[in-house]
C-alpha cells in the first residue's frame, strides 16, 4: 500500500498551534491514517470490512475491546515549544522519541511563561497537586510582575556568565523552570491516545491541559474515525471501582452505599460525567469472520 494521504492532516502540516503566551504545537509528518489501522487489522480479522460504515465499525470495535497493536501502525512527529516545567510532565510519558534543545550547544532564548490572571490560582485544600479559585485580579497581577521580575534577573546573571565565557553546561543552572524549551517528539497513535487520556482530563495541570488539547487536533485531522472511537470509548467512558460498583447498584435500587469522604467525591464526578455522556452515532456492527 503506497503512502497514505490524509487531506485533513496534509492541511495541518507546519500550521503552529498557539499553546501558553509563547508556545505552539506543530504536526510536521504523519504516517498512515485509519486506513492503515484497518488494513493492519484485516491481516488479523481477514477481508471483512470494505465500506466505510464497516471501516468505522472494526475500528470502534477495536478500540472497545483494547486490541491496540493496529492503531500502533499510524505515526505522528511533532515540533513543540512548551516551558521546561511542562515538558518534565510531558517526558515521564516513555513511549515516544523525542531529541530536545540542549543549552550545552545553544544559548537559551530569553523566553519564559508567564501565566494569564485567571489561572494564578490559591492552592487546592483537597488537592495537594493542584489548584482552587483564581486569586483577587491586583493581587494575580502582582504575583506575575513578581515572577517576571525573577525571570528577568536570572537570565540577566545567565547572559553575564556567558559573557564571561563560563561554560553554557554550566551557565545554564540556574534558569528556572518557567524557561521555555523545545524538541522534536514522535509517537503512534495508541501511545498518543495514552498521553491525551491523561493529559487532556480536568484533573491534570492547565498548563499540559492545553498542549494536549493541540495535539488531539493533529490527531483527529490524521485519524479522525480512530479518535472519534477514541472520545467514544476512552475520554467519554467511565471506570468504576469495585466499591464504586456495588456504590452504584445500591443507589439504582434506591438504597445508601458506604462510599465517604474523597471516595464518595470521586464516585459523585463519576456519575456526574456518566449522566452528562452523549454518544456518538452507533457504529455499524462489526461481524468477524469464523476461523
Not at 494575580?140 to 547572559?159: D, F, L, P, R
Not at 524538541?183 to 487520556?197: G, K, P, S, V
Not at 491523561?198 to 488539547?213: K, P, T
Not at 474523597?262 to 456526574?272: E, I, N, P, T
Request: aromatic share 10%; net charge negative.
Amino acid at each position: 500500500m503506497a503512502r497514505m494521504i490524509v487531506e485533513a492532516a496534509e492541511a495541518l502540516l507546519d500550521k503552529e498551534i498557539k499553546v501558553l503566551d509563547k508556545g505552539f504545537v506543530r504536526l510536521v509528518d504523519y504516517m498512515g491514517g485509519d486506513q492503515r489501522i484497518v488494513q493492519s487489522a484485516r491481516v488479523s480479522y481477514g477481508e471483512g470490512t470494505k465500506t466505510y460504515r464497516q471501516d468505522r465499525g472494526l475500528i470502534h470495535y477495536l478500540m472497545k475491546n483494547w486490541h491496540t497493536s493496529p492503531f500502533e501502525q499510524v505515526q505522528l512527529t511533532f515540533h513543540t515549544k512548551m516551558p521546561i516545567f511542562v515538558a518534565r510532565q510531558w517526558v515521564r510519558h516513555r513511549t515516544a522519541r523525542l531529541n530536545e534543545i540542549s543549552g550545552r550547544y545553544s544559548v537559551m532564548k530569553d523566553e519564559f511563561y508567564l501565566p494569564s490572571p485567571e489561572h494564578v490560582c490559591y492552592q487546592s485544600e483537597s488537592n495537594k497537586q493542584g489548584r482552587s479559585e483564581s486569586l483577587p485580579f491586583d493581587e494575580a497581577m502582582k504575583v506575575i510582575e513578581h515572577m517576571e521580575q525573577e525571570q528577568k534577573a536570572n537570565y540577566a546573571n545567565y547572559e553575564k556568565l556567558l559573557e564571561g565565557n563560563v561554560a553554557r553546561e554550566l551557565a545554564r543552572a540556574n534558569l528556572p523552570v518557567s524557561l521555555y524549551t523545545e524538541w522534536y517528539w514522535q509517537i503512534d497513535l495508541h501511545n498518543l491516545f495514552h498521553f491525551l487520556r491523561l493529559r487532556m482530563d480536568a484533573h491534570a495541570q492547565y498548563e499540559i491541559r492545553v498542549f494536549g488539547e493541540a495535539l488531539a487536533q493533529c490527531a483527529k485531522a490524521v485519524s479522525p474515525l480512530a479518535y472519534e472511537a477514541f472520545e467514544e470509548h476512552i475520554l467519554g467512558s467511565v471506570s468504576f471501582s469495585r466499591a464504586e460498583c456495588e456504590a452504584l447498584a445500591l443507589m439504582l435500587a434506591g438504597k445508601d452505599h458506604a462510599l465517604t469522604g474523597r471516595s464518595l467525591q470521586s464516585f459523585d464526578d463519576k456519575v456526574a460525567k456518566l449522566k452528562a455522556a452523549v454518544p456518538a452515532e452507533q457504529p455499524e456492527e462489526l461481524v468477524l469472520p469464523v476461523a
